[in-house]
């Protein structure tokens, strides 16, 4: 019987491309196997923004990232355990397979949140281990410095129709797309090269972060946790580089921390369950340029 869990999460806005890029290094995975560490017991990896196509009934086909992912896990002990996808947000969870039959009650779920395209909205997949439940959730809000509320009511809308928080545990991920405010897109690009060179934190400008204030206030997010990020803004680079594009010509684009994963206990477990969950990483994957994004990944372990 599993007594603790192991779940690496990455997400990735891909920027309406296919796939272009070597993932093992993505995945922590080198050509011989473990990296020097222990490998996940759950990959769960969240992708926005995925180019598709359709056949007559709107059903997305196999897609590069897909492929590319599978075709990595698959080589060290990995089986596909579930998928989740409304358009061009997709949540790929493998599983290793020596513990697939550990996993029940495997469910999915999906919420648009007003785009008829289903292009912003979440996706979850949901299991059951030891009887503690899991929810892994895959998100794209509302873009733009403006429109913060919209934002808000994206979570709300997700939770609300998904109930997620009825879960033991829960993992969200995703382009969340919250900006940094009081602040130029020229303050902020300086901010943070200046950052870059002399290798201080980013405390500063995450004070200046929607959803770092928005989360003290209460207003989102509230029930959940978050590691403090590390990691330079992940959002908005010129792609095959690692330039910020911050002077657009129809719009500029200030730096920001889009890309975040957040986690959650539930609070009310009764005596005999005693939850207990420690993050063991939390960062961007700077080598990656194929998108405006980088990706971020986050590695948990679970108490069952």
Known sequence: MLTDLSIQMITWNVAMEQCQSDLIQLLGIET???????????????????????????????????????????????SHLERAQMNGIILLVYAKSNKLSHFTSVQTDVTNIGRPEGSKGAVSVRLTVNG???????????????????????????????????????LWMGDLNFRIDDMTADEVHDFVLNRRQSGDS?????????????????????????AVPTFAPTYKFVPNSNEYDYKGRER?????????????????????????LKQVSYKSHTQYIQSDHKPVSALFSLKL
């Open 132 to 170: 503690v439940s899991v929810c892994i959730v895959n998100s794209h809000f509302h873009p733009h410095d403006e429109y913060l509320e919209q934002r808000i009511a994206n979570y709300n809308d997700i939770v609300d129709r998904q109930n997620i928080l009825s879960h033991d545990y829960v």
């Open 202 to 226: 980013f405390a500063d400008l995450l004070e200046k972060d929607q959803l770092t204030r928005v989360r003290r206030e209460g207003r989102v997010f509230r029930e959940f946790s978050e």
């Open 32 to 78: 011989t196997g473990a990296n020097g560490h222990q490998l996940a017991d759950i990959y769960a990896i969240g992708l926005q923004e995925v180019p598709f196509e359709t056949i007559n009934t709107e059903i997305p086909t196999e897609h590069t990232w897909a492929k590319g992912f599978s075709k990595v896990l698959d080589q060290v002990g990995y």
């Open 252 to 276: 500029s684009r200030k730096p920001a921390f889009t890309d975040r994963v957040l986690y959650r206990l539930k609070p009310d477990t009764n005596a005999t369950q005693q939850l207990d």
